[in-house]
């Protein structure tokens, strides 16, 4: 855990742009991750029948929420869910699984 | 002065023996760290054990009081009654918990909590001391509510089964030994209860069975409430199309007083019905242990809450989680929700005990998937944000929702979420 702590730290310090200007308090971030773990896994590492998120590519996953979001990609309810948080909320997010160990 | 001795044992099964839990006086926590004392071992009391460990990095003891053997999930229990799924099927270990997380799981019953003292009294005679308690109580039932299921034998035989366990087979074994053209008569109780589409689904599983094993008998649901409180339409469309000679459903019908012997509801209103197996879910509140300490502060039922730390409003350095709290507006009480109330505790636990501001921006989600048939399955989901001014949480405006439709496509998303809500709780 130390070490994605670590990993996450590093990952917020790179994002230039909005997340110097709205930092996420890592912490904060790892819970709101944490209530994705009920169907993906403890850390992003799904059991069978539902995707891991740990290690995705940040980007693509970022595109993922977002087009679940706005109803470009159809869901049976991640379009619902994504809906509730913004878009900036959302790219923590996969910044956040994308730095986590597969 | 001599501080509290903590037996640490790790490994399967480890036990605490009643002996030399506490021996001296004062100082809660004892060597090792701040030792958090987790009280009920369900959905949100196994996941916030857990969740303190890793977050904790280990940093923080933890002890785990549970009386169960093995954690049976609620969710998914209905298909045991509807013949798809067995008690194997939704019964999973402990041992990940101990042997994954070092969390010290004593299987025992917790009598007593005394908050001043920072002490909780075991079944089995021992006290342990904590620094923070953390109580996932679920619910007990108001029996007095229901003069008739006092008398002796009648809890035996007219059966809630809103604890999943061995009154999940012992109704079954009833629906199978009832014969074709009987009648299953549920009652359902006023909001709020533990799983509000629970019941709904029950009567479809059961009405599952019926068309296959014995198709002439009937579902009686007896609804205390004035509508199906959860996902109606899509229950009504599945009772219409799929179960239509089997089921009916009576809205407004509160059940008064249960005669177990003649097989018969009384209603507030209504006249009486008499039925081969009658399902009672009764009131509820928070559990018994919950009420005896003071902290059912809303209504005597319920436990109000702070939604930033799960610390009850009654009392400092008490955590409460799960079907137990007071909810907040549009908040269900569920497995799912009681797993996401034991990581915003678990991380608040840590904070507090590490000298950091717990979180001040809670966002979590329930999703909720209830099987209309064997494959078929309809959801319901939504996203809850910490509103600072109203100091609750608040379901996020445009976010959430239902299925369209039955589908199975769900019905294999179901099955993936208790694969995944169980490991993430658990393992």
Known sequence: MRRHKMLVAGALAGWCGWASAQAVDPLQLRSWAAACAACHGTAGVAQSGMESLAGANKDEMFKKLMDFKTGRKPATLMHQLSKGYSDEQLQALAGYFSALKK | MQRRQFVHTLGAGSVLGAAGLVSGCATPGGSGGPHVVVVGGGYGGATAAKYVRLWSDQGIRVTLVEPSATFISCPISNLVLGGSKTMA??????????????????????????????????????????????????????????????????????????????????????????????????????????????????????????????????????????????????????????????IEYRPKHKVVDVDAAAHTLKFEFNDDVKASVLNVIPDMRAGDIAVRTGLATANQRWCEVDFLTHESKAAKNIHVLGDAIQVAPGMPKSGHMANQHGKTCAAAVVALLTGKQPNALPIYNNTCYSFVSEEDVVHVASVHRYDAAQKTMLPVPGSGGVSSAANELEGRYALAWARNIWADTLA
Not at chain 2, 166 to 185: H, I, N, S
Not at chain 2, 196 to 212: I, L, N, T
Not at chain 2, 219 to 243: C, M, Q
Request: hydrophobic share 40%; aromatic share 8%; glycine share 6%.
């Open chain 2, 89 to 246: 099927d939704i019964t999973t270990p402990y041992d990940n918990l101990v042997k994954r997380h070092g969390v010290n799981l004593v299987r025992d019953r917790v009598t007593r909590i005394d908050p001043d003292k920072r002490t909780v009294r075991l079944a089995g005679g021992a006290e342990l001391a904590w620094d923070r308690l953390i109580l996932s109580p679920g619910v007990d039932f108001l029996w007095d509510t229901l003069p008739g299921m006092l008398k002796p034998g009648a809890q035996d035989q007219v059966l809630h089964s809103w604890k999943a366990g061995a009154q999940t087979v012992a109704l079954r074994q009833q629906l199978e030994a009832m014969p074709d053209g009987g009648v299953y008569a549920l009652s359902i109780p006023l909001a709020p209860y533990r799983c509000p589409p629970g019941p709904y689904e029950r009567a479809c599983q059961v009405a599952s069975y019926f068309s296959k094993a014995k198709p002439k008998s009937k579902v009686l649901i007896l609804d205390a409430n004035d509508d199906v409180t959860s996902k109606g339409p899509l229950f009504k469309k599945a009772w219409a199309e799929r179960y239509k000679d089997i």
